[in-house]
């Protein structure tokens, strides 16, 4: 998949919503708690706070996750 460089990804863009119709098909397949644990210890981009309830990440910070994924650890 390749995304813009200049737009901002919202959470369920990235990890996907089956609430919604139709449902958003995920970009990366996590739960939103492994998520955030990724980005607290560096392995996920980190967010920019628009404003007090927004938050996004940059869809070429995304990009570059998908590019280059970790390797698989043994």
Known sequence: MVMPET??????????DRTTN???PPIIPIGK???WQGVKTGRYPQPLKLGPR?????????QKLLDNPEPAKK
Not at 10 to 16: T, V, Y
Request: net charge positive; proline share 8%; no cysteine.
């Open 54 to 62: 927004t938050t996004v990440w940059r869809a070429s910070d995304i």
């Open 22 to 24: 139709p449902p958003i």
């Open 33 to 35: 708690s492994s998520w």
């Open 7 to 16: 737009a901002y990804l919202r959470i369920k863009q990235i990890l996907g």
